[in-house]
């Protein structure tokens, strides 16, 4: 059973920062892709950036440069280091992990940006 549990969330002011972290339980994560994902109220959810179990990593264009996407295959956690904030950055971040067939999603962590 794999279970994910996002922390980090808060409210920052623009320009500020946050890291997000995200711990995966069960016994594969070290062969899962990760990724975060966004949702802003009233918006679909959409991607924010993915990490492979390579390390290999991708960015939606409006973070790139701001973000940064990075795990920890012994601790089973992964991290979203976001710098730069902007308002619109305001939504629920989720955790999702995935490998071929299955994906899980974690319960969310609000971030707010505003002064």
């Known amino acids: 059973q794999v279970q994910l549990v996002e922390s980090g969330g808060g409210l920052v002011q623009p320009g500020g920062s946050l890291r997000l972290s995200c711990a995966a339980s069960?016994?594969?994560?070290?062969?899962?892709?990760m990724g975060w994902y966004r949702q802003a109220p009233g918006k679909q959810r959409e991607l924010v950036a993915t990490?492979?179990?390579?390390?290999?990593?991708t960015y939606t264009g409006f973070v790139k440069g701001r973000f940064a996407i990075s795990r920890d295959n012994a601790k089973n956690t992964v991290s979203l280091q976001m710098n730069s904030l902007k308002p619109e950055d305001t939504a629920v971040y989720y955790c999702?992990?995935?490998?071929?067939?299955?994906?899980?999603w974690g319960q969310g962590t609000q971030v707010t940006v505003s002064s």
């Open positions: 999702r992990q995935w490998v071929p067939g299955r994906e899980y």
């Open positions: 069960g016994s594969i994560f070290s062969i899962s892709t």
């Open positions: 990490i492979t179990n390579g390390g290999g990593t």
